[in-house]
T-cell receptor
């Protein structure tokens, strides 16, 4: 593994179903983030984690939950998917102790909720 | 009002043109200014960053920050078809670990 991996690459999901998007990084970064990217709205932060064992809410957290059991993994769960959660989801990580917060992004997961 | 405003374009230019991409912002606490490049169906990648006001040059790319006007720019000289991508500005505060606030991105196409 080099950098950040996300799975699945894409998914079509029925409304009301539960879904977990996976994210793994091998850079030993302390901070991790989940964004959604929508046309006309750009990248919006869903949840973040500054270190293993802690999480925080971003700009659009409703309907999503996260956990950070260890440094490398940061899964995002949709408990009961709705069509408005159709989007491209990006996971990112950074060493937030560095002089500037360069974030490294995964390849994204394209999610369609029908 | 959004903290960061970016013209979404799309912007289409001929090969060799000079491209100017711009963002304005409202939060005077922003100190780090970044430009990310995102190719189609890929994740964003950091292209350049600057701290506080001033210019920074890297090859054909120049990043410019004017904190007095709350305005940042990215200039691309001698644009190439390989520069075709979406460019996102991003900003953060002084505090270590400050989260990034992104503009919505400008889609650029350089035509050969």
């Amino acid at each position: 593994i080099a950098g950040i991996t996300q799975a699945p690459t894409s998914q079509i999901l029925a409304a009301g179903r539960r879904m977990t998007l996976r994210c793994t990084q091998d850079m030993r970064h302390n901070a991790m983030y989940w964004y959604r990217q929508d046309l006309g709205l750009g990248l919006r932060l869903i949840h973040y984690s500054n270190t293993a064992g802690t999480t925080g809410k971003g700009e659009v957290p409703d309907g999503y939950s996260v956990s950070r059991a260890n440094t490398d993994d940061f899964p995002l769960t949709l408990a009961s998917a709705v069509p408005s959660q159709t989007s491209v989801y990006f996971c990112a990580s950074s060493d937030s102790r560095a002089s500037y917060n360069e974030q490294f992004f995964g390849p994204g997961t394209r999610l369609t909720v029908l | 009002q959004k903290e960061v405003e970016q013209d979404p374009g799309p912007l289409s230019v001929p090969e060799g043109a000079i491209v100017s991409l711009n963002c304005t912002y409202s939060n005077s606490a922003f100190q780090y200014f970044m430009w990310y490049r995102q190719y189609s169906r890929k994740g964003p990648e950091l292209l350049m960053y600057t701290y506080s006001s001033g210019n920074k040059e890297d090859g054909r790319f120049t990043a410019q920050v004017d904190k007095s006007s709350k305005y940042i720019s990215l200039f691309i000289r001698d644009s190439q078809p390989s520069d075709s991508a979406t460019y996102l500005c991003a900003m953060s505060g002084e505090t270590s670990g400050s989260r990034l606030t992104f503009g919505e991105g400008t889609q650029l196409t350089v035509n050969p």
